[in-house]
């Protein structure tokens, strides 16, 4: 599997990078060859407040920086993250083909019904931060002690979030300052307009020859976050470049549009380490979710409140792809009824966190999916208390269908809303106390008996297969 995964997070509608073309004899074809790249642009002023996507497409990642594309194949998904040659034609179409070394790296078939999970996402991640401001909009909005701040030092800062959320197995470092190192203010040579043109290209190179300049080497740091004042008309709050699952080698970079009142960056904090999340491999948090304005998927970026890394603590599915689970995953993959005692994730136990039930078709037959069941409570963390609207998520226990193979980032978990038709759609998605779920087509009967803070969730699984 390529090694040197990074899916990019912006919005943008075109990119002149310069390409690298290799040697060929028909110039009217030129080709490049580079690792093809997802791109998402994310937003969080919905009216839910939730972290939103707005656009999907791709690119070309090459030596001199990213190519992006036109193509309407419909095989991309398939390719992302993978080595590829671009071959453009005459009339500028472009078309994209694995290379050869691609096409030979497999990570070999799965044991059926078995998982197949990353390398653990562990130890410390150099971090820069670099403050950037335009020619035309100098305003410095934040100080370097108030980027610390949500960034390293307060309760709910990114590095906070991650420590909780790896039961201090992952957190952020930098080269000159244990707790991170801080760029302030540089004055970049353009205009804050085109922000989704220039971000990736002409200002990212600016902003890295400026701190570069200052002693602050970007071959030194894992993580780079852009922090610039709000520009008038720039649709994103902020996006990410991710890296790879278990690689702490990979390099990821992120740009956020600062608030204009320094008092409101408690606010965007959220975004901070939403994005951190991307940045260590996960192109996109929640999945999808049944809602009641969906019959079938909302592949809205929200769509799983609980999946984090964002807004609470992840989900139980990215505990296990980033290695952070502390607990037991019970298997139940016989015909059979029994009883689990579910404890939450964010508690340190070798308890059960998770009921993981292997799908079988009509013959018996292994499907590469699974069903997990999770429980959450709140917690002593300002991480992990649910909101009003999300308290069913804190009183019930989260269905979820999710693909064996966790290694590939692009398979996204379903949320199974268990009350349909309720008058607040997804918002209650979870299964409650004395309800049962039943799945005819796979032979799954989940039923909730007891909701426990100081017992744990009793649940009983039956099984036909």
């Known amino acids: 599997m390529e090694n040197k995964i990074l899916v990019l997070l912006t919005l943008y509608c075109f990119l002149t990078p310069n390409m690298v073309f290799s040697a060929t004899n028909d110039r009217s074809r030129p080709h490049t060859v580079g690792v093809l790249r997802q791109i998402i642009a994310e937003n969080d002023q919905s009216p839910s407040g939730e972290i939103r996507t707005e656009q999907t497409w791709y690119g070309v990642e090459t030596e001199s920086g990213l190519v992006p594309i036109s193509t309407k194949q419909e095989n ?7 080595q590829v040659i671009l071959t453009i034609a005459k009339n500028g179409s472009h078309s994209v083909q694995l290379t050869e070394e691609a096409k030979a790296e497999t990570g070999g078939p799965l044991v059926a019904g078995e998982l197949n999970i990353p390398q653990p996402s ?24 108030q980027i610390r ?11 906070g979030f991650l420590l909780e959320s790896s039961f201090y197995s992952l957190w952020l470092t930098g080269q000159q300052v244990a707790e991170g190192d801080v760029q302030t203010w540089v004055t970049i040579p353009f205009n804050n307009t085109n922000c ?24 030194n740091y894992q993580l780079r ?28 970079r992120a740009w956020f549009q600062l608030p204009d009142d320094s008092s409101q960056l408690d606010s965007k904090i959220k975004s901070f380490y939403h994005e951190a999340g991307h940045m260590l491999g996960v192109p996109r948090h929640s999945g999808y979710q049944e809602t009641e304005a969906s019959p079938v998927i909302d592949a809205d970026d929200k769509g799983d409140f609980l999946a984090g890394v964002g807004r609470y603590l992840p989900s139980n599915v990215n505990r296990v792809r980033f ?7 019970e298997v139940h993959n016989q015909a059979i009824t029994l009883s689990y005692t579910l404890t939450p994730p964010s508690v340190i136990s070798k308890g059960a966190k998770v009921i993981r039930i292997p799908l079988k078709d009509a013959l018996g037959n292994f499907i590469g999916k699974s069903i997990w069941v999770e429980s959450r409570k709140n917690m002593s963390s300002s991480f ?61 009967t989940i039923q909730l008996v007891r909701a426990s803070d100081s017992l744990g969730d009793r649940v009983v699984v039956t099984t036909t297969r």
């Open 76 to 82: 991309l998904a398939d390719m992302v993250n993978k």
């Open 122 to 145: 562990l130890g410390p991640r150099k971090i820069l931060v670099i403050m950037v401001n335009f020619q035309n909009d100098t305003r410095q909005v934040a100080s370097e002690s």
């Open 149 to 159: 701040t949500v960034m390293f030092r307060g309760a709910n800062s990114a590095n």
């Open 196 to 219: 989704a043109t220039n971000m990736f290209n002409a200002w990212t190179q600016s902003a890295d020859n400026m701190a570069e300049a200052n002693g602050f080497s970007k071959t």
């Open 225 to 252: 976050f852009y922090m610039f004042p709000s520009i008038p008309g720039c649709t994103f709050t902020a996006n990410a470049t991710a890296g790879t699952l278990g690689d702490p080698n990979s390099m990821a």
């Open 323 to 329: 290695g952070w689970l502390r607990g037991k995953i």
């Open 384 to 444: 992990e208390f649910f909101a009003t609207n999300h308290l069913a998520y804190r009183d019930g226990v989260t269905i979820r269908y999710v693909e064996d193979d966790l290694v590939n980032v692009q398979t996204k978990p379903i949320v199974r809303d268990t009350t349909p038709g309720s008058p607040i759609g997804a918002d209650d998605a979870p299964l409650q106390q004395g309800l049962s779920y039943t799945d005819s087509t796979y032979g799954v």
